[in-house]
């Protein structure tokens, strides 16, 4: 199968992982990089053995590149987008697919208008865990699912992250900035959400950084920082999510399956695997007195962003629909919109887009290999 040419803009600290990830999959070929600072994109070229670091401009009229990779700053990704898919090339962008829905949607539209693909980050569902754990649901072992809960909670990112001020600005927040992990994992193994209620609350004005080099600086917080509601889903299962910048410790599981025939433990969305734990019920008892500890069904256990992207560079060759797709980032987005409306609003907000269920990753093919 011919490679597929991949090009980046962007070189910041997550794309390292990227370049990392995408070596891993032959059928991908990374042979340009961009950034607004050309000394940082001539820096990723020679750390990673890239052919050439170029502008953005120059990058996307390369007749050779076929896909992009956007991973710019939240606010950038629908612009970027946009310029990318213009320039008739398959689009794949960091998460969150869209800062809105109505951004969102252009973009989506725009790919669909011109035959394009458009792809986006997380990719972590395609991992040993997830997929793993949809295996088992899929298989019945837990039966019907009914309820879940879903919890991301911590201080927020000002005591480690070197320059944490964007969190707190528009596109940043505990939902956007980490509910894609979360809610994708969700719908991988459920299907897509039929409507959403919740309250989010904005709990302090400000934050005081305590990581350097903007120690003792304080910020101005313009976004909520505690998000909690019910998702509804399509299939009737019922799940709890909790996303929370305000919690100083806590004890909560990141994602639990309740099913009507047992329950199972999810690991971490936002790694590519994790500690997977069941409990079967049978006969009104439980089969298993403590969790038992599934081991992984997949070989994708290590971190591997840019998972995605060979995903998308596979639907692209095979004529097929992408897993990490835009229907699916924008279903996503969608959910973390509804939020915050039905917070504001007071009352259920229905989910309007129509997402399918992500194929299910194809067991015994090799390392790297991501199609039969």
């Known amino acids: 199968m011919k490679p597929v040419k991949v090009g980046v803009i962007g070189c910041g600290i997550i794309s390292k992982a990227y370049f990392n990830g995408m070596k891993k999959f032959p059928l ?15 820096e990723k070229a020679a750390e990673f053995n890239i052919p050439r670091a170029c502008t953005v401009k120059e990058l996307l009229k390369d007749p050779e590149i076929e896909i992009v990779v956007n991973l710019t700053i939240p606010a950038a990704h629908a612009p970027v987008n946009t310029k990318i898919l213009d320039a008739g090339k398959h689009a794949y962008t960091e998460k969150p697919f869209a800062l809105t829905v109505a951004e969102g949607k252009k973009v989506c539209d725009l790919a669909k208008r011109k035959g394009l693909l458009a792809g986006s980050a997380p990719d972590t569902f395609l991992g040993a865990g997830n997929q793993t754990c949809r295996a088992i649901i899929d298989e019945g072992l837990i039966g019907r ?3 879940a809960t879903a919890f991301l909670a911590g201080h927020g990112p000002e005591s480690w992250h070197g320059n944490p001020e964007f969190y707190y600005k528009k596109g940043g927040g505990p939902m956007l900035d980490m509910g894609p992990y979360y ?23 400000e934050r005081l950084i305590t990581s350097q080099p903007f120690y003792g600086k304080r910020v101005k917080v313009d976004v909520s920082t505690h998000v909690a509601g019910v998702l ?10 909790i996303t929370s910048f305000d919690v100083w410790k806590h004890s909560l599981p990141n994602i639990e399956v309740h099913g009507t025939l047992g329950s199972l433990s999810v690991p971490d969305p936002n790694q590519f695997h994790g500690p997977i734990k069941l409990i079967q019920g049978r006969d009104g008892g439980v089969r298993y007195s403590n969790w038992a500890e599934i081991g992984p069904l997949y070989p994708y256990v290590e971190n591997l962003r840019g998972m995605g992207v ?11 629909k992408a897993r990490a797709s835009s229907s699916l980032a924008f ?4 959910v973390m919109e509804s939020f915050e409306t039905a917070s504001k609003t007071g009352k259920t907000v229905s989910v309007k887009s129509a997402c399918e269920r992500p194929v299910a990753m194809l067991k015994g093919l090799p390392f790297g290999v991501l199609d039969r």
């Open 28 to 42: 991908l070929e990374v042979v340009a990089c961009s950034d607004l600072d050309m000394k940082r994109a001539e």
């Open 145 to 147: 699912p009914v309820a």
């Open 310 to 320: 060979a995903d998308l560079a596979y639907a692209l060759r095979n004529k097929r």
């Open 183 to 205: 809610i994708t994992a969700l719908v991988n193994m459920l299907g897509p959400v039929k409507s959403v209620c919740g309250i989010a609350k904005k709990s302090f004005p």
């Open 331 to 334: 279903h996503v987005l969608e």
């Open 232 to 241: 509804e889903f399509k299939s009737g299962c019922v799940v709890s999510v």
